[in-house]
Every structure is written in C-alpha cells, then in structure tokens.
C-alpha cells in the first residue's frame, strides 16, 4: 500500500455552544488539513497527481470554509451572521454531516467525505485510490482523525 499527503490550512471560526466551557463563544482557528491517499500500487512512479487534487482540494475548501464562520444549524448566531452577509457554513446531520456541530471531528469528517469527490473528479483518476485519513488539527494541540471505513474493503 502506498499514500501521498496533501496539506493546506485555512482561517474560520466556529463556535461550539452545545458543549460548556469557553469554545461556546465564537472563536478562530487556523486549522491544518491533511488529507492521506492510498493505492496498493503505483502507476509510472506515482499515486496521485498532486496538481489537480491539490487545485480541488484547495478550491473547494478555500470557497466553503476558509474565513467563514463555522455554525450548526440550530445556533442562534446563524441568523444574525446571514444577515450581516457574512460567510457561514452549516453543519446539520440532515445534510449528512457526522454532528450537527462544528467540532474538530466533524470538520475531519466533512472533509473526508469532500476529498472522495475530489479524487473521483480528477482529469485522469485511478479507480484503486481512495481517501484513506483526513488529520485535522484546530490548534496545534488539537487533532482530529477521520480514517475512511471503506479502505480495506475497496483497494483489496
């Protein structure tokens, strides 16, 4: 088996007030994703055209995500922050997120539902790669791991 990485780090906020402490006030990051590919094998030397997954990636998580305010759908904030024209992106889990809260998990989880669109779409994708962990990280401390549950069953 082999994987390639991709990183990129985005600016949000987000706000948890489902939880108690001080993550129920609206607060930012700059998150670090790491999003890790596998193959059971290379095709000419390579896995993954790092290129084009690099533009999908960025691109999609440059337009939802970054410098936005990342809201779940039942906080009361999201109305006033629509209002105001401001970014927001909802999490829901009646939009097939993993919680109907921004956390770290969730945001890892998002996003590894999201990479399997960008590797489907690349110009010349390989029907053997999958996504096979996305490592999110909100602090330097703070690190989430979503590991794809279909990796074993879809590369053998």
Same mark, same amino acid.
């Given at each position: 088996?082999? *994987?390639?990485? @991709?990183?990129?780090?985005? %600016?949000?906020?987000? +706000? ?14 700059? #998150? ?23 533009? $999908?990636?960025?691109? #999609? !998580?440059?337009?939802? $995500?970054?410098?936005?305010?990342? @809201? ?8 006033? $922050? +629509?209002?105001?024209?401001? =970014?927001?992106?909802?999490? %829901? ?9 921004? &956390? ?6 998002? !996003?590894?539902?999201?990479? %399997? +669109? #960008?590797?489907?779409? $690349?110009?010349?994708? =390989?029907?053997?790669? =999958? !996504?096979? =962990?996305?490592?999110?990280?909100? *602090?330097? &401390?703070? *690190? ?8 074993? +069953?879809?590369?053998?």
């Amino acid at each position: 088996m082999f *994987t390639a990485q @991709l990183t990129h780090t985005f %600016d949000a906020a987000h +706000r948890l007030p489902n939880l108690p402490g001080k993550c129920v006030n609206l607060h930012g990051h700059t #998150w670090r994703v790491t999003v890790s590919v596998a193959a059971p094998h290379l095709d000419d030397g390579v896995l993954v055209e790092f290129g084009s997954f690099k533009a $999908l990636a960025r691109g #999609w !998580i440059d337009t939802h $995500l970054d410098h936005a305010a990342l @809201l779940g759908a039942a906080d009361p904030l999201l109305p006033a $922050l +629509r209002t105001e024209g401001c =970014r927001v992106f909802v999490f %829901d889990t009646a939009a097939g997120h993993a919680s109907p809260w921004p &956390t770290v998990e969730t945001v890892a989880h998002l !996003i590894g539902h999201q990479a %399997d +669109r #960008w590797l489907f779409n $690349l110009p010349t994708p =390989r029907p053997d790669a =999958r !996504i096979a =962990r996305v490592d999110v990280a909100e *602090t330097p &401390t703070n *690190t989430a791991t979503w590991l794809n549950p279909n990796l074993a +069953r879809s590369t053998t």
